[in-house]
């Protein structure tokens, strides 16, 4: 640097010290674009739902971790690394975690626009953090359950007793259970006494021209 009054100056050499600080990692979008993190609903524990990938300026070793979210305790996270990838995270179903779409349906945000995926989507919520040991960078991420068709799961006679010789006769109202809120039909499988009997909507009854003989 030069010095000067306008008349005389003065030089001097000095020399600067650049110190280096840590700077945190950050997540990259190289493995797994998309947006929400699509499943079915009571998928099986340690199945892997999606992908988050980061990278740091210094190369340091990085730890992936699940730090938040309404909904973190349905996963996990694996942090691995390979010199084509990186490094990065694999988020996975917790055992025994598995997210029910119909016990859900009614306190989380559906969705039924999700590109390449139709149908109607809960979206969950997930934060995964990456560390380089000394700081951290945080992220949501949006997993998707959809829904599965499930079984009935209960059907109920509303009598259990009929009276005797009574041609055509009614023997009881049915009613059933669908946990996705589905109408239900009725038949009669075969069996012993299946041909004595049919169903008519939602009313078991004797066919016409039968009855019951306790005799």
């Given at each position: 640097v030069i010095a000067s009054d306008g008349e005389f100056s003065?030089?001097?050499?000095?020399?600067?010290?650049?110190?280096?600080i840590n700077d945190a990692p950050y997540f990259t979008s190289t493995i797994d674009t998309r947006d929400y993190f699509t499943f079915q609903e009571n998928t099986s524990g340690g199945s892997v739902i999606g992908l988050v990938s980061a990278d740091d300026v210094e190369s340091d070793a990085l730890t992936f971790?699940?730090?938040g979210g309404a909904d973190a305790s349905y996963f996990e996270i694996e942090t691995?690394?390979?010199e084509s990838l990186g490094y990065y995270g694999r988020i996975?179903?917790?055992?025994?975690?598995?997210p029910d779409y119909d016990v859900i349906k009614n306190t989380h945000t559906l969705k039924t626009d999700i590109p390449g995926n139709p149908g109607e989507y809960a979206i969950l919520d997930l934060e995964v953090s990456v560390s380089d040991g000394s700081l951290t960078t945080t992220k949501t991420?949006?997993?998707?359950?959809?829904?599965?068709?499930?079984?009935?799961?209960?059907?109920t006679l509303d009598a259990s007793s009929v009276i005797e010789n009574k041609d055509g006769g009614h023997i009881a109202n049915?009613?059933?259970?669908?946990p996705?809120?589905?109408?239900?039909?009725?038949?009669?499988?075969?069996?012993?006494?299946?041909?004595?009997?049919?169903?008519?909507g939602s009313t078991l009854k004797f066919k016409d021209g039968v009855s019951?003989?306790?005799e």
């Amino acid at each position: 640097v030069i010095a000067s009054d306008g008349e005389f100056s003065d030089e001097k050499s000095i020399t600067t010290i650049i110190t280096n600080i840590n700077d945190a990692p950050y997540f990259t979008s190289t493995i797994d674009t998309r947006d929400y993190f699509t499943f079915q609903e009571n998928t099986s524990g340690g199945s892997v739902i999606g992908l988050v990938s980061a990278d740091d300026v210094e190369s340091d070793a990085l730890t992936f971790s699940i730090s938040g979210g309404a909904d973190a305790s349905y996963f996990e996270i694996e942090t691995l690394h390979s010199e084509s990838l990186g490094y990065y995270g694999r988020i996975k179903i917790k055992e025994y975690g598995q997210p029910d779409y119909d016990v859900i349906k009614n306190t989380h945000t559906l969705k039924t626009d999700i590109p390449g995926n139709p149908g109607e989507y809960a979206i969950l919520d997930l934060e995964v953090s990456v560390s380089d040991g000394s700081l951290t960078t945080t992220k949501t991420v949006n997993p998707a359950v959809y829904n599965l068709n499930d079984s009935p799961t209960s059907i109920t006679l509303d009598a259990s007793s009929v009276i005797e010789n009574k041609d055509g006769g009614h023997i009881a109202n049915i009613s059933g259970e669908d946990p996705d809120g589905d109408s239900l039909t009725y038949s009669v499988l075969s069996g012993p006494d299946s041909g004595l009997v049919e169903i008519n909507g939602s009313t078991l009854k004797f066919k016409d021209g039968v009855s019951a003989d306790y005799e």
